[in-house]
């Protein structure tokens, strides 16, 4: 899917929608009208109390994170356009709140999600780690049945995003430093021993691949929050497919009118914000995308 198409319409793409197939495969005995109306209350027709708190829970954190990625663009807007504008606030700290907040929700949903998989197919949770494998293992063996080139889904995704969550809020914690640079906000993330744990890529660098043997490697924030917004809805969809293919549901074995129903739930009202500014950092990193797939 297109990055732009994230939001359309000055709706937000719920990155849950396929949800509603899972959800038909329980229900694909009742009426018609029954299901229809499951999904428009927003029902969860599944007993299981946890599966319903779990999407309400994962579309909150979801939320919150958009809210977080739609401030800071807020916040470079206002910088960039009014200059002389003096804002009342410690504004490079205000940057490090929200981005280990940031790094908090998106963690916080990659693990929400692998419960789907502890529910549905009645896993014992007890060793994370080895569920970790587990899932890791059948994750790449079904990516790579689809498309060889992201057979690392999981690990490119989820294991950075997770390391320095953990190392923000566990012991020998990494820091983040935040500055701002010709009116851009930019960041590092580094451990005790000044180590950078993210490295700049061409996508969210603030200095050229030429410039940066002789710079320090700073990651311009709103670049690098928009990448991983469509990295995060990349992830969802592609782990919905996964738990689908699992169940082994096929989509295309549904009714017409059935998956006319759940298509039409592809996209939510986002009425807390203005998602101009998001929609024009899709389509700037889109664009960015394309000029680096040219230069390959």
Not at 12 to 29: G, R, S, V
Not at 66 to 88: A, D, M, S, W
Request: aromatic share 14%.
């Amino acid at each position: 899917m297109a990055i732009c198409d994230y939001v359309k319409d000055d709706n937000l793409q719920n990155p849950l929608y396929k949800f509603h197939y899972i959800m038909y495969e329980k229900d694909k005995d009742i009426s018609k009208e029954q299901f229809f109306k499951n999904l428009i209350d927003n029902q969860i027709t599944d007993d299981s109390i946890e599966t319903e708190w779990l999407i309400k829970n994962i579309q909150a954190h979801f939320y919150k994170l958009v809210n977080t990625i739609l401030n800071l663009l807020e916040f470079q807007n206002v910088k960039e356009n009014n200059k002389n504008i003096e804002l009342n606030i410690d504004m490079e700290m205000t940057i490090v709140n929200l981005l280990e907040y940031f790094y908090i929700k998106k963690s916080t949903i990659i693990d929400l999600l692998d419960i789907f998989y502890i529910n549905f197919f009645k896993i014992d949770k007890t060793n994370k780690k080895k569920l970790n494998e587990l899932i890791k293992k059948e994750m790449n063996e079904f990516l790579t049945s689809r498309e060889k080139e992201y057979s690392e889904l999981r690990d490119l995704y989820k294991d950075e995003i997770i390391e320095v969550r953990n190392r923000i809020i566990h012991d020998k914690g990494y820091s983040i430093k935040s500055y701002i640079k010709n009116n851009k906000f930019i960041f590092q993330v580094y451990n005790m021993h000044l180590d950078e744990q993210i490295y700049p890529n061409p996508i969210y660098s603030y200095y050229s691949q030429n410039e940066l043997p002789n710079r320090p490697p700073l990651i311009k924030v709103n670049d690098y929050l928009v990448f991983n917004l469509c990295a995060l809805y990349n992830y969802m969809d592609v782990y919905l497919d996964f738990l689908l293919a699992k169940k082994g549901f096929d989509i295309n074995s549904i009714d017409g009118i059935y998956k006319t129903i759940i298509n039409s739930s592809k996209y939510i009202m986002y009425t807390k914000s203005n998602l101009s500014l998001l929609q024009k950092k899709f389509k700037e990193l889109e664009d960015k995308i394309e000029m680096i797939r040219q230069d390959i």
